[in-house]
């Protein structure tokens, strides 16, 4: 059985992919599978995994095909077929250093018990040459303990690269909504905090970025709009946690700008 499961839910990034084919192939350890779900593509990528099934690879490659139904159901799917210990979301515009594999495993040995899982940092290509880092990380240390909700407190900001154990993401399944394609994915990250499960966050980079003019994170409002009952879940579960105030309060003030047209 493999340590970990890398998940990448695609959608018409057959142009994209070799470039996360190529980092999986560069890893320093291959105690990996990576399972593919292609969120109903019409641009050849069916075709394009099809020759890397034929190849020698060191590690399993699944691909499933599914009728378009956002990147949450992906992820739900990927998780029930996942068979690694734990488990790794890296979308399709997206790529890993090559020691990224071998920095998961050894650091999730030393995880005490009632962890999630753990993170790394992401920082936006080029990585030759040193590419910039996503958000921000405490000054002078290693590694922070903590839940999603306290990352602000403990001096986190911005996207990070979080690795979480498979059975725990099978505890906490995305939420549906009929018709709707879109879910937070700190819906999940929260739900898991509120249960008590803390992440170790490392100052490490393992994950390289683009965040592009077509990606989820470019289009959150407009995803938003198309599925506001998984938006209002959202905002609604943040308000009622433990996060600091002004992250609650900021929020809400947000969400009825947005209802009122206003955002």
Not at 94 to 120: R, W
Not at 159 to 175: M, N, S
Not at 196 to 220: M, N, T
Request: charged share 30%; proline share 4%.
């Amino acid at each position: 059985m493999p340590f970990l499961t890398i998940f990448t839910p695609t959608y018409n990034r057959a142009g994209l992919l070799p470039r996360l084919y190529k980092s999986l192939k560069s890893q320093k350890s291959k105690d990996f599978e990576w399972i593919i779900v292609d969120d109903g593509s019409n641009d050849g990528t069916e075709e394009l995994v099809d020759k890397w099934l034929k190849e020698k690879n060191k590690f399993n490659i699944i691909y499933k095909k599914t009728k378009n139904g956002g990147k949450h159901r992906a992820i739900n799917l990927g998780v029930k077929l996942a068979r690694g210990k734990m488990f790794f979301i890296v979308d399709s515009d997206d790529y890993l250093p090559d020691d990224a594999v071998k920095f998961i495993k050894q650091n999730e040995a030393a995880l005490p018990k009632g962890f999630a899982g753990l993170s790394g940092r992401l920082i936006i290509e080029p990585l030759e040459g040193g590419g910039s880092f996503v958000g921000t990380f405490r000054d002078g240390v290693a590694s922070v303990d903590g839940t999603t909700l306290e990352r602000k407190k403990n001096g986190i900001t911005g996207d990070q690269a979080e690795v979480f154990y498979t059975e725990i993401l099978r505890e906490f399944p995305f939420p549906t909504f009929k018709d709707e394609r879109f879910m937070e994915e700190a819906v999940v990250w929260n739900r898991i905090a509120r249960a008590g499960f803390r992440i170790r966050w490392f100052e490490k980079p393992i994950y390289v970025c683009e965040y592009r003019s077509d990606g989820l994170s470019a289009s959150a409002r407009e995803n938003h709009k198309r599925s506001p009952r998984g938006y209002r879940l959202y905002v609604g579960e943040f308000i009622k946690s433990r996060a600091p105030f002004k992250e609650r309060a900021h929020l809400a003030l947000y969400y009825l700008a947005f209802r009122l047209g206003l955002k």
